[in-house]
């Protein structure tokens, strides 16, 4: 069985909705196992195959818990180089998190990024549930190819 984290933020519930359709579409792949969090601890991160990140976009950045993680998890030498990573987030208009997170996961631990991140302006409709759902399918084959 591969693992996979969808690991998210969400302030006002947006991403926090993307997030379930995400784990759920990849869930429909076969051979895989799909935990959602809130919160991980950086040794967590070490734990999966795959690491997904929800991340909505405030003030043109990441959120503060997202960053605190990265920052934690190079500090004490956290080993993702080669996982598979990919992000997603809500946004109002500019939309930077979900790419900054990328860059990160690619740059700094040396991951196998999905690149073009998911965005959904605000609340996700059916279009973008749909887009979220095939989203996690994509990861889930990715992992299993
Ligand atoms: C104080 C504040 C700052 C924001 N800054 C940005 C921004 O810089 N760029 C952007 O695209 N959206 C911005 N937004 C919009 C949020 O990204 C959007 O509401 C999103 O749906 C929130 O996702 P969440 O429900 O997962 O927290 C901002 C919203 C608030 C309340």
């Known amino acids: 069985m591969k693992k996979i984290l969808v690991l998210y933020y969400s302030r006002t519930g947006n991403t926090g909705k993307m997030a379930e359709v995400v784990a759920e579409g990849a869930r429909a792949v076969h051979g895989v196992d799909v935990e959602v969090k809130y919160y991980a601890t950086p040794k967590e991160l070490a734990d999966f195959d795959a690491v997904v990140v929800g991340v909505p976009t405030y003030h043109h950045d990441m959120t503060i818990d997202m960053k605190k993680l990265f920052e ?3 500090v004490k030498n956290i080993i993702l180089k080669d996982k598979v990573g990919a992000a997603f987030g809500s946004y109002g208009w500019s939309g930077e998190a979900p790419q900054l997170a990328l860059e990160i996961m690619k740059n700094k631990f040396g ?12 609340a996700p409709d059916q279009d973008g549930l749909g887009k979220c759902r095939q989203f996690g399918k994509e990861i889930a084959k990715r992992l299993m190819a």
């Open 72 to 74: 934690e998890a190079t």
């Open 111 to 122: 991951m196998d990024i999905i690149e073009s991140p998911l965005l959904i302006k605000y």
